[in-house]
């Protein structure tokens, strides 16, 4: 996973946690440890792809467009383009990755990685 698709993952987690209140920019990059000008963009991106809501004004804000629930880990994640470049071979594995994502990602939901990052943030750690 490349850094702009982690961002976009934790603006959504961020959300998701939040759901369904809507949270100002600069309150998701802060929490999350994002620029706040780059996840704007993101943002943008996201409230494109019907991701995200966002309102304009003095109440405004950004909230999930859906219940967490309802958004599936494979739509954030859509499989890279195949390379137009390379034999048989290397599409062929390009192809079986795509696949392996998918079926990896497609039972999972947003809410499910949020009650992961909740376990995990309460858990007591006992290292020294």
């Known amino acids: 996973m490349n850094e702009t698709k982690a961002y976009r993952l934790e603006a959504l987690l961020e959300l998701a946690a939040a759901y369904p209140a809507s949270l100002t920019v600069s309150e998701v990059a802060r929490r999350r440890g994002i620029p706040a000008t780059?996840?704007?963009?993101?943002?943008?991106?996201?409230?494109?792809?019907?991701?995200?809501?966002?309102?304009?004004?003095?109440?405004?804000?950004?909230?999930?467009?859906?219940?967490?629930?309802?958004?599936?880990?494979?739509?954030?994640?859509?499989?890279?383009?195949?390379?137009?470049?390379?034999?048989?071979?290397?599409?062929?594995?390009?192809?079986?990755?795509?696949?392996?994502?998918?079926?990896?990602?497609?039972?999972?939901?947003?809410?499910?990685l949020v009650k992961v990052e909740r376990e995990h943030e309460t858990t007591p750690s006992f290292e020294i």
Do not use: D, M, S, Y
Request: hydrophobic content about 50%.
């Open 38 to 112: 780059f996840l704007a963009r993101l943002l943008g991106e996201l409230a494109h792809e019907e991701l995200v809501v966002t309102t304009r004004g003095p109440h405004g804000g950004v909230r999930l467009a859906a219940q967490p629930e309802a958004i599936g880990l494979a739509q954030l994640f859509l499989p890279e383009p195949p390379p137009n470049t390379g034999g048989a071979a290397v599409r062929w594995l390009a192809g079986r990755l795509a696949e392996a994502q998918q079926e990896v990602l497609a039972p999972l939901k947003l809410a499910g």
